[in-house]
């Protein structure tokens, strides 16, 4: 049996050979992948899961139901897929409750908590898939919901049997629910920019070194770490010069440099081609017995692949690096192209995660069966804000580290129009 994305490529006679059968996603519906992942809890947590079914039921019909209307996603997914990466980042507050190793004592806190994790999971898998300018939507009918307002009269949803759900949990003081980060064991929603210590201007390091969080970077790194060390994979969409490139590769050395991660940072160009993708993977990994490679034992290994859709198409539409890289996820490995017997490779002791611009203007849209694997993060263009602060810092940086002769007084007051000034200019050219 094979399953094709389309029939684009096929011809009549193909057709006729072959029985079709032809499936929708959306007549299976995501209502399936949260019942089978809920039974499935239950086993872990008993009752408890009932509140989560239901908390999860309800937030993904009106969610779905809602960004089908009004959403843009810049990478084209799917309902199935958002429900799926929900789930994802659902079941980062859950795993290691599912170790075998150490005997888990689930808290007494867990019913709320878990509340708390859905609302955090729906926010940070389908509202974070959003591009910039329906995502200030998502958050204002998301805070609806918050609120207990009836979401489909309010925004003609169309939902069938709908009944209004209360939504017991609160989150605190917030603007917008993009600013928040749910911290399990505080049990407590918080800034993203309370998550990480104030920022300090380091003096020993270069121009190209100089790295400013800023809620953004602080936001992709901490979902970033929280799916890989969860066996889930991100991929991050954004235009050009949002620092996707300078925060992951940062986070790489950070997090992903020690005794239990080793990491790969590549990047994709237009000429990439299959081959070269597996030699460089192939490259870094060990035996481990017949026919089983991965990193170093003891050690997982993360594999970045930066600029992941610019690999040229060929001629049936298909991107070679990125159908070898598919088959991994699919088949867990490929076949060895520098040997007579071609033997598969299994690959084991790997994870992904991948960065790149969103479709258009030489940059393709790619292959959903891939998007599918993935936890799809929307990075947003650099708010004003985010900007000035970036620039301040480095205005800092620079009356640092000159001394000798510094800066006068009068001078370092004019850092912030100075930072004002260029960004108006640089925006009115
Ligand atoms: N937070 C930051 N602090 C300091 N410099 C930054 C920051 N964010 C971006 N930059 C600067 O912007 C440049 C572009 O960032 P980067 O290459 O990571 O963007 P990108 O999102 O990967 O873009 P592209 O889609 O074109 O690959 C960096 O080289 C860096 O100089
Ligand atoms: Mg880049």
């Known amino acids: 049996m094979f399953e094709v994305e389309d029939l684009s490529q096929a011809s009549p006679a193909t057709v006729s050979r072959c029985g079709m059968v032809l499936m929708e996603p959306k007549q299976l519906g995501h209502t399936p992948l949260i019942t089978s992942y809920c039974n499935n809890l239950e086993k872990l947590i008993g009752k408890i899961s009932e509140t989560v079914r239901g908390y999860m039921h309800y937030l993904s019909?009106?969610?779905?139901?809602?960004?089908?209307?009004?959403g843009k996603f810049p990478v084209p997914?799917?309902?199935?897929?958002?429900?799926?990466?929900?789930?994802?980042?659902?079941?980062?507050?859950?795993?290691?409750?599912?170790?075998?190793?150490?005997?888990?004592?689930?808290?007494?806190?867990?019913?709320?908590?878990?509340?708390?994790?859905v609302l955090f999971a729906h926010i940070w898998s389908i509202g974070v898939a959003l591009d910039e300018f329906t995502r200030p939507k998502f958050d204002v009918f998301?805070?609806?919901?918050?609120?207990?307002?009836?979401?489909?009269?309010?925004?003609?949803?169309?939902?069938?049997?709908?009944?209004?759900?209360?939504?017991?949990?609160?989150?605190?003081?917030?603007?917008?629910?993009?600013?928040?980060?749910f911290d399990r064991d505080k049990l407590a929603w918080i800034n993203w920019l309370k998550t990480v210590p104030p920022y300090v201007v380091p003096r020993d390091v270069t121009y190209a070194q100089l790295i400013v969080p800023t809620i953004d970077s602080i936001r992709m790194n901490k979902l970033m770490t929280m799916l890989v060390l969860n066996g889930k994979y991100p991929m991050?969409?954004?235009?050009?010069?949002?620092?996707?490139?300078?925060?992951?590769?940062?986070?790489?050395?950070?997090?992903?440099?020690?005794?239990?991660?080793?990491?790969?940072?590549?990047?994709?160009?237009?000429?990439?081609?299959?081959?070269?993708?597996?030699?460089?993977?192939?490259?870094?990994?060990?035996?481990?017995?017949?026919?089983?490679?991965?990193?170093?034992?003891?050690?997982?290994?993360?594999?970045?692949?930066?600029?992941?859709?610019?690999?040229?198409?060929?001629?049936y539409g298909a991107q070679p690096p990125i159908e070898l890289l598919r088959q991994w996820m699919d088949y867990g490995g490929w076949y060895d192209i520098d040997t007579n017997e071609k033997e598969y490779r299994h690959i084991v002791g790997v994870s992904f995660c991948t960065a790149m611009g969103p479709p258009g203007g030489g940059r393709n849209a790619i292959s959903p069966r891939y998007v599918r694997h993935f936890n799809v993060i929307y990075i947003e263009p650099y708010s004003q804000e985010s900007m000035n602060y970036i620039f301040n810092n480095v205005m800092d940086w620079l009356f640092l580290i000159n001394q000798n002769p510094s800066y006068s007084g009068g001078i370092k007051g004019m850092r912030d129009n100075i930072v004002n000034n260029t960004i108006t200019i640089y925006k009115l050219i």
Request: proline fraction near 4%.
């Open 61 to 70: 019909d009106c969610c779905i139901e809602y960004t089908n209307k009004v």
């Open 236 to 315: 991050f969409c954004g235009p050009t010069g949002t620092g996707k490139s300078i925060t992951v590769g940062n986070e790489l050395m950070r997090s992903f440099d020690n005794t239990e991660w080793i990491y790969l940072n590549m990047s994709f160009s237009a000429q990439t081609s299959a081959n070269q993708t597996q030699r460089i993977i192939d490259g870094k990994m060990e035996k481990r017995r017949k026919g089983v490679y991965g990193p170093p034992l003891n050690k997982m290994g993360l594999i970045f692949v930066d600029d992941l859709n610019m690999p040229q198409k060929e001629v």
């Open 142 to 181: 998301f805070q609806d919901i918050l609120m207990n307002e009836d979401v489909n009269a309010k925004y003609n949803l169309d939902l069938p049997n709908f009944e209004l759900k209360k939504v017991a949990v609160k989150l605190g003081e917030y603007k917008s629910v993009f600013d928040l980060y």
């Open 77 to 117: 997914t799917d309902p199935n897929f958002l429900v799926n990466s929900m789930l994802n980042m659902f079941e980062c507050y859950v795993k290691d409750w599912r170790s075998t190793e150490v005997a888990v004592k689930i808290p007494k806190e867990a019913d709320e908590m878990l509340q708390h994790a």
